[in-house]
């Protein structure tokens, strides 16, 4: 209130804001529990028993020949992993503060800093929970290779991207219409359990299956991500081009609908949440 104000250059409010987006990451993080530690081991909990429910799943039913030649649970993982980060960092987007929040009272607080936030607090869960989870099957169980590290984390960066993009225009409508908003996010995370084609490949489907997952973004991730991991896979049917026309498509709908919901902000929008 009595602070002055002193003009800043561009380096100085540059820094300011990635200050503020750090402060913010830590805030959201420990959302979960005030123990950052125990927020990751919940999250490798959660993508162990997903690793393990579907390893028994195509146990049992017998579609492990149906799987790409390689490491089996590697297969796995790299579906859910991806599914994973895409979906969360969807769902922590859409809960992240919005303009009628009361952290944007604070001056230097704003709705993109809190989406940033969210996104980069969701990816940095997720990355870490996938790299100790990996490394403990790698040093414990069996040896692993990933023929293209830096091609299968960019697919999962293009997953990321792609939830965080979706979750920009489900939070610029969810002022409006707030249950529908959150039945479609609901329906769109439990659709991708299957859409996302993290337990089948692409080139193992027939023409008229492939249409019906061809739409998601997810399910070109996943795909290119085998590519870049298998040795012995290379995606016929899907490109990492899509995902990314998809995210950067969204997210400039997205933009533009948050900035015009911000200046119809009402307070009485938080009760409504």
Sequence with gaps: MFEQNTPRTTFQSAFQQLELIYHSIVRDIRKTHGNALFSLVLNMVQAAIFVIAFYIMFSILGLRSSAVRGDFLLYIMSGIFLFMTHTKTLGAVVKSEGPASPMMKHAPMNTVVAIMAAALGTLYIQVLSMAVILFLYHAIFAEITIEEPI?????????????????????????????????????????????????????????YMLAMFDWNPLFHCIDQARGHIFINYFPRYTSIEYPIYFGLTFLMIGMMGEFYTRRHASLSWEARR
């Design 151 to 207: 091609g299968a984390f960019f697919c999962l960066l293009v997953a990321w991207f792609t939830g965080a993009a979706i979750g920009v225009v489900l939070l610029a409508v969810k002022p409006w219409f707030p249950r529908f908003v959150g039945i479609f996010t609901t329906v769109y995370q439990r659709a991708n359990m299957v859409a996302s084609g993290k337990m089948f490949l692409a080139n193992s489907l027939p023409g």
